[in-house]
């Protein structure tokens, strides 16, 4: 099955998706094991790799160790071409659709073909939408483009059905690692209305309580990362 079935496949009544996102410029190899332990007992469904700013290298020997440890599926989550490597699963193969910077709504992509070609990754197509969240974000700063404002209602749901029509399999709205506010749930709810693409969600989720209203309001897949690396025992409300 690929990884796309397998999110589609998902996405029933009451699940929940839970994918852990883990930055290699902040996570040692050395921290990995005890890590992914924690990981396998909650009941996360996917383990997303990338950041904005990573070294090159650093992804492939990331992944190499988180996929000794899992049999959840890797996938690339990539800020750029440098975190390409083919012993992950897949790629979220991401366009800054909440952007105008050329860069990243093509011209990275581009740039990316000659290495994905050469590998056996599964490329999921990925409308990507940064939505303001109260404090400038690091994937605001290094693609140099402003997120759609939280107020802007209208225009985050034609973004997102725009991503839809264009031929995009996943739509992402992202506040931003550390947000200072989460994606509000009517944002999500009137998105999710508006597609009929699965739906993820990440970016100032802190608690299970807001996860919970995430998939409440209409979230197929939930994305932590900086609730995990700042309180490792926030695994322990995520018990399977």
Do not use: C, W
């Amino acid at each position: 099955m690929t990884q796309h079935n397998h999110i589609l496949n998902s996405i029933q009544p009451n699940a929940r998706n839970l994918a852990v996102l883990i930055d290699p410029d902040k996570m040692t190899v050395d921290a990995v094991a005890t890590f992914i332990t924690q990981v396998n007992q909650s009941y996360a469904t996917h383990i997303f790799v990338g950041g904005s700013e990573v070294s090159e290298g650093l992804t492939e020997i990331l992944v190499l160790e988180i996929k000794k440890h899992t049999d959840l599926p890797v996938i690339l989550f990539p800020g750029d071409v440098i975190q390409i490597t083919d012993k992950a699963d897949g790629i979220l193969f991401l366009s800054l659709i909440s952007g105008r910077n050329p860069d990243y709504l093509i011209g990275k992509q581009v740039e990316a073909v000659s290495k994905l070609v050469k590998t056996n990754l599964e490329v999921i197509p990925t409308g990507y939408i940064l939505i303001e969240n109260g404090k400038e974000t690091a994937v605001q700063r290094v693609s140099e483009t402003d997120p759609i404002p939280r107020h802007a209602l209208q225009t985050i749901i034609d973004t997102a059905v725009a991503g839809a029509l264009l031929g995009m399999k996943l739509i992402y709205l992202e506040a931003g690692s550390g947000a200072l506010h989460a994606i509000d749930p009517h944002i999500i709810s009137q998105v999710k209305a508006q597609i009929n693409i699965p739906l993820i969600v990440g970016g100032g989720l802190r608690s299970k309580a807001e996860i919970e209203t995430a998939y409440k309001a209409g979230a197929d897949v939930v994305v932590i990362g900086t609730a995990f690396e700042n309180d490792q025992s926030f695994f322990n409300a995520l018990k399977s």
